[in-house]
C-alpha cells in the first residue's frame, strides 16, 4: 500500500446530483455493487468521468466492452496461493462475495483505462494476442459493506498491504478499494496479505500483471476500430494532463489487481473444498 498521498476521489456517498445519477448507472450498467477507484478518481477532475462515459456506454450497450473485459482473466498465469483458511463461514461468504464482485469490475476497469489511454495517447498500435478470446465475467452480488477509510487501519495492516506492489505501482498513491473492503475482516485481510506477498516478491504478480495489460491495450485498439469517439470537451483540455496522469496510473494498477482477486479467488475456493 503506497505511502504517498491517496488520489482524491468523490466516493459515492459524497455524489450528488448528475454525478450520483452516473454512478447509479455505471454500477447498473456493468452489473457491479461499487463504483471504482479509477471513476472516482476520474470523478475529481471536471468533465473527465461523464466523457469516458459518453465513449464507453454505447460499447458496453452493444455488448463489445465486456467480451473484451471477459478475456483478459485468461491471461493471469501465476502460481497459486496457498488455501486462505478462514474458520467463519458467515465470513467467508461474503469475503468470497466481495473479491468476486472485483473480479466482476476489474476487468471492465482496465478496459476502460486503456480506451482512454489509446484516444489521448495514441501510439503504435498493439498486436491482437494470441490467447483465446472468450470466458465469461462472474456475476457479482446487489451490495457489499461500506468501505473502510485506510486511515482507520492498523499499522500492522499497513505493513503488511505494503508488500503489495511491483516497481509498476510503487508510490502510485492508490489504496485498492478491494482491500478497503475486505478491511472489515483484518486479521483475514492480513492472512491474505502475507500469502500474496511471496507473489510480488517473486515477480509472478508483475509478470502477470503485464501480460494482462498488453492484452487489454490490444483489446482497446480492437474496440476502437470504427467506434463513434466523444470529442476531448474542450472544458477538460485544461485537465488532459490529470486524466493522463490518472489513466497512467491506474493501467499499471488495475492489472495487478485482477492478478490478486484471481489468486484469492482460487485460494478461497481451495477452502471451500476443504
Known amino acids: 500500500m503506497s505511502g504517498n498521498r491517496q488520489l482524491l476521489e468523490i466516493s459515492e456517498t459524497d455524489a450528488e446530483g448528475d454525478l450520483a445519477a452516473l454512478y447509479a448507472d455505471i454500477r447498473q450498467k456493468m452489473g457491479v455493487p461499487m463504483v471504482a477507484l479509477f471513476y472516482r478518481n476520474l470523478a475529481a477532475i471536471p468533465g473527465a468521468l461523464p466523457w469516458m462515459w459518453q465513449i464507453v456506454r454505447p460499447l458496453l450497450a452493444a ?5 473484451a473485459a471477459a478475456s483478459l482473466p485468461a491471461c493471469v498465469d501465476a502460481p497459486a496461493l496457498p488455501r486462505v ?3 467463519s463461514p458467515e465470513a467467508a461468504q461474503q469475503v468470497r462475495e466481495i473479491v468476486q464482485a472485483y473480479n466482476r469490475a476489474n476487468p471492465f476497469n482496465l478496459t476502460c483505462a ?12 498493439e498486436p491482437v494476442l494470441e490467447a483465446p478470446r472468450g470466458g465469461r465475467l462472474p456475476h ?15 499499522d500492522r495492516l499497513r505493513t503488511a498491504l ?22 472489515h475482516w483484518p486479521d483475514i485481510l492480513e492472512t491474505a496479505a502475507k500469502a500474496l ?19 487489454s491495450r ?10 463513434a469517439l466523444a470529442p476531448v470537451p474542450p472544458a477538460l ?21 485482477i492478478v490478486v482477486g484471481r489468486l484469492l479467488a482460487d485460494a478461497l475456493e481451495e477452502e471451500t473444498k476443504k
Open 63 to 67: 455488448g463489445r466492452l465486456e467480451a
Open 85 to 87: 483458511a478462514i474458520s
Open 197 to 215: 506477498a511471496v507473489r510480488f516478491a517473486d515477480g509472478g504478480v508483475q509478470h502477470a500483471a503485464r501480460a494482462v495489460a498488453a492484452r
Open 162 to 183: 505494503a508488500a503489495l506492489e511491483t516497481e509498476d505501482t510503487a508510490g502510485d498513491g492508490i489504496v485498492p478499494s478491494l482491500y478497503r473492503h475486505l478491511a
Open 114 to 125: 486503456s480506451l482512454l489511454g489509446a484516444i489521448l495517447q495514441p501510439g503504435a498500435e
Open 140 to 154: 457479482a452480488v446487489a451490495h457489499l459493506p461500506e468501505m473502510l477509510p485506510p486511515d482507520t487501519f492498523s
Open 237 to 257: 483540455e485544461a485537465q488532459r494532463d490529470d486524466v493522463v496522469e490518472s489513466v497512467r496510473k491506474f493501467s499499471r494498477r488495475i492489472p495487478e489487481m
Open 218 to 227: 490490444a483489446e482497446a485498439a480492437v474496440l476502437l476500430q470504427g467506434a
